[in-house]
T-cell receptor
Framework: NAGVTQTPKFQVLKTGQSMTLQCAQD?????MSWYRQDPGMGLRLIHY???????DQGEVPNGYNVSRSTTEDFPLRLLSAAPSQTSVYFC?????????????FGPGTRLTVL | SQELEQSPQSLIVQEGKNLTINCTSS?????LYWYKQKYGEGLIFLMM?????EEKSHEKITAKLDEKKQQSSLHITASQPSHAGIYLC???????????FGQGTRLTINP
């Protein structure tokens, strides 16, 4: 199993550009989520999904869109990039909607918005 | 909302020494995860604690959950360079729909 994979690893955008961060998992996990990690602020939840076709907002959803057309994929779209979106983005998945289950993280995407 | 505070924020120890990292919650802990992160990499799962008083060990790393104190500790015995990195604690929140994370503790091991 590859686990949770993310592409690209690094990305530089100009303000106003749009792009999609890809996330895929091959563990047949129901639950997937996107976090951003910023210095001094820890990891914050952007969006999450409890299954194909079902998504919901996290703590910091503004400026981001998600969709979940398959169990495996959970892309994160930046509609119009802003410097405030410069961050490291992590995708995560777990097997169950219950809390006591290990959550697996991808390697992250480092995004810089100029 | 629940907040997790880790201490210390940064730690430099000599190889071979023992060390402890603490994670304190603002609310009752119903579970606690410990992760390790290296620069440019994702979070690597270390351990999950679910019950008060629970203690788990993996190689030279031991974690405990003290529910009464709303605290967890991570102890590394005889530290090695491979232990260097950022250690993060996380707790289930929002009906377990998300993990709330501490700020992280940056561990440096000097040879």
């Amino acid at each position: 199993n590859a686990g949770v994979t993310q592409t690209p690893k690094f990305q530089v955008l100009k303000t106003g550009q749009s792009m999609t961060l890809q996330c895929a998992q091959d563990m047949n996990h129901e639950y997937m989520s996107w976090y951003r990690q910023d210095p001094g602020m820890g990891l914050r939840l952007i969006h999450y999904s409890v299954g194909a076709g079902i998504t919901d907002q996290g703590e910091v959803p503004n400026g981001y869109n998600v969709s979940r057309s398959t169990t495996e994929d959970f892309p994160l779209r930046l509609l119009s990039a802003a410097p405030s979106q410069t961050s490291v983005y992590f995708c995560a998945s777990r097997n169950s909607l219950r809390g006591g289950v290990t959550q697996y993280f991808g390697p992250g995407t480092r995004l810089t918005v100029l | 909302s629940q907040e997790l505070e880790q201490s210390p924020q940064s730690l430099i120890v000599q190889e071979g020494k023992n060390l402890t990292i603490n994670c304190t919650s603002s609310k009752t802990l119903y579970g606690l995860y410990w992760y390790k992160q290296k620069y440019g990499e994702g979070l690597i799962f270390l351990m999950m604690l679910q019950k008060g008083g629970e203690e788990k060990s993996h190689e030279k790393i031991t974690a405990k959950l003290d529910e009464k104190k709303q605290q967890s500790s991570l102890h590394i015995t005889a530290s090695q360079p491979s232990h260097a990195g950022i250690y993060l604690c996380g707790a289930p929140n929002w009906g377990a729909q998300k993990l709330v994370f501490g700020q992280g503790t940056r561990l440096t091991i000097n040879p």
